[in-house]
């Protein structure tokens, strides 16, 4: 079997693992349930057979590790799904690894650092109110154990009291295949890219309050529709990003009219922007004009508006080391890769604070994501895995 | 105590009737409710007392005669409210009927025609699934009994299977006293005004389909959001109110978003227009537009759309004669009525199909109404009740 035919067969494998059983279809492998177990034993079997020394750290991420000298280079991905999950958005990264690494031992011996492959617990925040589980325990962050997660990783044999035991301050890089999941390097043509920067995000909270009014007796020009105002609102978001171009990105997800009767002027709009920058004046000059120009609204239409910081998170560039071993990588590999910013949140993210970190992207067909129709052409995936096995070759050996 | 002190006091007494228990404030009298009998008993002692004969019909109309010959002349309003209902919304229409019969009794005696005071007993639809019950059963065009309004009707001693009896051919004209509920008398500072139609009613409900993506991994460019469309076409519906200008009014007061998640972009938004206008051909063009611009905005972004007819409701116009005996009048009382479209749904316009009708209308402070804000300035409602009584003297005698 060739190492690309493999490939697919373990991420067949693992996509079987957890196969959702009602109609919506996808795999759902949450942190420390039956199927998450499955898939870790699996995998582990996998890194034992490639000749990997495997172990479990305190919160159930799994380590395949060839020794060496001096600080590890580490690849590698989360092994949790979220709901009807894909094949490939996690497992990808792990099974790639670890092709990455037999490719590398078979070629080459053994290299000169330590090389390890992880699949790490959690990243998704499908079961439980926390997410980058893995990796927050792997840099050191858990103050405290939620109690929930507590229960699950007692049944599973893992001690809570021990979290502090899984951070790792022995990790010189860490490097991550994944699917890009949007359609940028579709569109483009592009087979590859090395991620930049994962974005900053804000979600802002708008409330406008307008007057309800009886619609039939309530004349166009007499009213205080909050409505009509959020709706002018959603597009200035809308055309904000656009005005900025790639890549901000700004959307209203989530929107709720009061009281919500066919026959009644809307009283109250509420709606969530979630603006996204890889820059944080990026981030911010997107949030100032989304703020400015809602408030130019609210004062033309006379309703009131209340806009409130819901969460924020800074952007995290990728460390510009590890992005130009990437490149050199590709082009090792005869690739010209593209740059770009990852759009959506990563275990690197997290990483960043205690390692170097960089990401590969493969294309993903119509950008589909988190959802059965998530897939990647074969080619693609076997050149994201050779890149990958170059750039190990190149920090490790 | 003057006219005007009684009717005061009257409408204090029956909005104290079923007064809300609970924070919201205001009253409720729904059909056969224990409110409702109350208030119906307190208004037939009124009528007693005032000399006229009293009688309930078939569902509980209540209605106070005396007698004339040939066909009835009538006034009144409904007895019902909606939850949490204000002071005047029907109340208003009995009382100050009742008052103008008792100041043209007092003034002229008996009346040439027949000439009656009902108080309907349904029109607000706030406890069954029906709305203009009474006027219904007074035209005739009752064809089924639900069984929930059945059982209510038995618990009062009224017979269902006798509802056909309450039909009426013996009237000649209907006219009623209402507030605006609506800021228009108030804005311009007219006292009064003299309903020229009631509005044609249309709710389209609009379904847009986009693709929903991943709020972070999908550029603006490669987008189909259901919301933004949507928001483009709630602009649409609102602005081309305004632009065809008053009595065209159009408002979308229910919209749903899927799969309303913060960070993913809407793939669906469903919302409903409901649009109103007092002529058909006036009503047709506000369809006709709306469906146009949604149609391109749907077009222009690539996003999917249908649209759906839920209701459709032709417009009722005034009988003329009435119309110009109100005018009458209300110059002979000293006072220039406006013309004014009703926006809002008026037993008037189900009693239309048996009998000539009219409507006035006197200025709703701010607009309020269905709301214990709900008020009127009192000189206003005497001169209201002045004009009612002008009117039904040209009539009656």
Redesign the interface.
Known sequence: MTGNALLERRLDELYAIGAEPDGGGGAYRPLYGSAWAAAGERVERWMKDAGLETRRDAVGNLWGRIEGTGKSIVTGSHIDTVRHGGRLDGALGIVAGLSAVEALLKANGKPKRPLEVVAICEEEGSRFKTSFWGSHAITGTIDTVDPEIAAAMRELGLDPAKVASAARDDIDTFVELHI?????LE?SGTPLAIVSAI?G?A?LEVTVTGRS??????????RL?A??G???M??AV?SI??SLG??????????E?E????????GKVVF?A?L?HPDLAGRRALEERVRSLCGTIASERGLGLDIRMLQERPPVPMHSDVRALLARAATDCGVQAAELV????HDAQILAARMKVGMLFVPSIG?R??CPDEATNPRDLELGTRVLAKALELMAY
Chains 1, 2 share one sequence.
Request: hydrophobic share 40%; aromatic share 0%; no cysteine.
């Open positions: 890009e999941q949007g359609a940028v569109s974005v995000t979600h009014d009886h619609a039939g007796t309530t004349p166009m020009d007499l529709d409505l009509a959020a709706a002018a959603v597009q809308e990003a656009k790639r890549p901000a990105v700004a959307t209203v997800g989530k929107l009219v009281p919500d009767q066919i026959n009644v002027v809307p969530i979630d996204r990852s759009g959506a949140g950008g994501s988190h």
